[in-house]
């Protein structure tokens, strides 16, 4: 079996997201890379229902090399992430704080420094229809410059990591941030961190962690 390790390990994060309430039913999707092949969650599938033999394979074009089940349906969207990143894993969830962000706002306003282990100021990719190449390119552009994550525009959220745990901890880290500006809110008019506040926290050596190669 092609990937025998990582198609376990989607299976084992597929679960944690289950239980994190991250993703509800079939919502939500997750690969894995290494080289010039990439095994993912199955179209319509429960992530928690996963078994080894379900997540397909794939090359970079997309095209099925092993494994019965069709690939998710958003799968343009990670092969262009994966273009562009050189992540090894990502996390696509549809987690409620950052749907609430992704529907009402172009940006998630950095009113904590935790914005920093995502790269930066965690940008809105604008709207297209789910599953379709427009979606792919437009996410693409919210993930350039070193991103660990970005919303999507009346969807949800996706984070890329150094591994498939470090992507999920990125997307948990995103939905707890988008969790805080909405509660924040609620009470009162939210204080962004200002572009020197931040460097300032940034020259304490928080950042991401490291993509391989970097
Ligand atoms: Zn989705």
């Given at each position: 079996m092609l990937l025998a390790d990582e198609r376990r390990e989607l299976c084992r994060i597929g679960r944690r997201m289950v239980e994190t309430g991250v993703v509800l039913g079939a919502a939500g999707n997750i690969s894995v890379r290494r080289g010039d092949l990439v095994a993912i969650s199955p179209a319509g599938m429960r992530l928690e229902q996963m078994t080894p033999e379900d997540p397909p394979v794939i090359d970079l074009t997309g095209a099925v090399v092993e494994g019965t089940r069709e690939p998710s349906s958003e799968t343009p969207m990670h092969l262009a992430i994966y273009e562009e990143t050189r992540a090894p894993a990502i996390v696509h969830t549809h987690s409620t704080h950052g749907a609430v962000i992704a529907a009402t706002m172009t940006e998630l306003p950095p009113?904590?420094?935790?914005?920093l282990l995502l790269g930066g100021v965690v940008r809105v990719a604008e709207y297209a229809t789910y599953g379709t190449p427009e979606l792919a390119v437009n996410v693409r552009k919210a993930m350039a410059g070193g991103m660990r994550a970005a919303l999507m525009a009346n969807h949800g959220g996706v984070a890329i990591g150094a591994d498939l745990e470090d992507a999920f901890e990125n997307a948990l880290i995103l939905e707890w941030l988008c969790g805080v500006y909405v509660r924040a809110r609620s009470i009162g008019e939210p204080r962004a961190l200002t572009d020197e506040q931040l460097r300032r926290a940034a020259e304490r050596g928080l950042r991401p962690k490291p993509l391989p190669q970097e």
């Open positions: 009113i904590h420094y935790y914005t």
